[in-house]
C-alpha cells in the first residue's frame, strides 16, 4: 500500500487547510487511515483516524477544530482544518492499517502498517 499526501502549506493563524492522502495499492485489507503530526522538537502525536465505517477518532485536544473524512470509492482521506494556530505547525503524515481489534490501537503510530511522506504545515503568527 502506498499513500500520498498533500495539502500542506503556509497559512496565518485563525485560517483553514485541507489535507489529501490517496492510498494505492493492495487497499482491499485496510481499516483505519489516520492523520499524526510532528512538531519541531517534538514527539510525533495523533491527530485523527476514520475506520472505513466511518467511526472517527480524534485528539481530544483538536476536537471541534479538526475534521477527518473519507471517500472509500476513491481509497483517500481527509483532514480540514479549521482555526489554526501557530503550535498547530507540524509536518503531517498519513497512515493506515490492516484491522485491529481496539480503539487504542487505531490512535497509536506503532499500530499503523503503512506511511506516507509528510506534508509540512506551517501557521504563521
Known amino acids: 500500500v502506498q499513500l500520498q499526501a498533500s495539502g500542506g502549506g503556509l497559512v496565518q493563524t485563525g485560517g483553514s487547510l485541507r489535507l489529501s492522502c490517496a492510498a494505492s495499492?493492495?487497499?482491499?485489507?485496510?481499516?483505519?487511515m489516520g492523520w499524526f503530526r510532528q512538531a519541531p522538537g517534538k514527539e510525533r502525536e495523533f491527530v485523527a483516524a476514520?475506520?472505513?465505517?466511518?467511526?472517527?477518532y480524534y485528539a481530544d485536544s483538536l476536537k471541534g477544530r479538526f475534521t477527518i473524512s473519507r471517500d472509500n470509492a476513491k481509497n483517500t482521506v481527509y483532514l480540514q482544518m479549521n482555526s489554526l494556530k501557530p503550535e498547530d505547525t507540524a509536518v503531517y503524515s498519513c497512515?493506515?492499517?490492516?484491522?485491529?481489534?481496539?480503539?487504542?490501537?487505531?490512535?497509536?503510530?506503532?499500530?499503523?502498517?503503512?506511511w506516507g511522506q509528510g506534508t509540512l504545515v506551517t501557521v504563521s503568527s
Open positions: 497512515a493506515a492499517q490492516r484491522p485491529v481489534a481496539s480503539m487504542r490501537a487505531r490512535m497509536t503510530a506503532k499500530a499503523y502498517d503503512y
Open positions: 495499492g493492495r487497499t482491499l485489507n485496510i481499516d483505519a
Open positions: 476514520i475506520r472505513k465505517t466511518g467511526t472517527t
